[in-house]
């Protein structure tokens, strides 16, 4: 149980284009979810949390007009990473709990972003 | 100091052998700790959730929490090269959002 599944696992985009990455909880329901940012060799940083129904709420230092963030039901949530550039390229991970606060977070398997 | 220390490694051990992976932390309010498995260029994946003091055993694998001397560990028993991966240690304390130590490598050599 508790499987979170991201798609796509890997994208290459031009800059200045977007990129719509997806996050469901395929067996639970998830009011909260949220996204990390991965650069090599370094641990999660968290981005943002993504919260069903309203705004989501972002870590200092994340520009919120760069990287959207949609929680349109309990099972999706989705991060657009809007005109890209290559300093965007990253590996974006997705999380979500289908407990309470105190649940561990369960992870999806990752988008690796490449912008030329 | 950050909140939660963990060598970054690598950590490199012949087939096998008895890992041993730590983390220490600072802050006296975490009481969950968890430990991930993130093979390359995948996401993490929980292998551990503890609570208490104590030790907590799934197959080859155990944690260990010491609260008093803010310390956790995770032992990894007859050590396969399928395990070569980074492991990281999380905690938190009534919190969805956990503190992640930076992660060590593990490299399990035949």
């Known amino acids: 149980g508790a499987v979170v599944s991201q798609h796509p696992s890997r994208v290459i985009c031009k800059s200045g284009t977007s990129v719509k990455i997806e996050c469901r909880s395929l067996?639970?329901?998830?009011?909260?979810m949220f996204w990390y940012r991965q650069f090599p060799k370094k641990s999660l940083m968290l981005m943002a949390t993504?919260?069903?129904?309203?705004?989501?709420?972002?870590e200092q230092g994340v520009e919120k007009d760069k990287f959207l963030i949609n929680h349109a039901s309990l099972t999706l949530s989705t991060l657009t990473v809007t005109s890209a550039h290559p300093e965007d390229s990253s590996f974006y991970i997705c999380?979500?709990?289908?407990?309470?606060?105190?649940?561990?977070?369960?992870f999806g398997n990752g988008t690796r972003l490449t912008v030329t | 100091q950050k909140e939660v220390e963990q060598d970054p490694g690598p950590l490199s051990v012949p087939e096998g052998a008895i890992v041993s992976l730590n983390c220490t932390y600072s802050?006296?309010?975490?009481?969950?700790f968890m430990w991930y498995r993130q093979y390359s260029r995948k996401g993490p994946e929980l292998l551990m959730y503890?609570?208490?003091?104590g030790n907590k055993e799934d197959g080859r694998f155990t944690a260990q929490v010491d609260k008093s001397s803010k310390y956790i560990s995770l032992f990894i028993r007859d050590s396969q090269p399928s395990d070569s991966a980074t492991y990281l240690c999380?905690?938190?304390?009534?919190?969805?959002?956990?503190?992640f130590g930076r992660g060590t490598s593990l490299i399990v050599h035949p």
């Open positions: 999380s979500a709990s289908p407990g309470t606060e105190n649940s561990p977070l369960h």
């Open positions: 067996d639970f329901q998830a009011t909260t």
């Open positions: 993504s919260n069903e129904g309203s705004k989501a709420t972002y």
């Open positions: 802050n006296s309010a975490f009481q969950y």
């Open positions: 503890t609570y208490s003091s």
């Open positions: 999380a905690m938190t304390g009534g919190s969805y959002i956990p503190t």
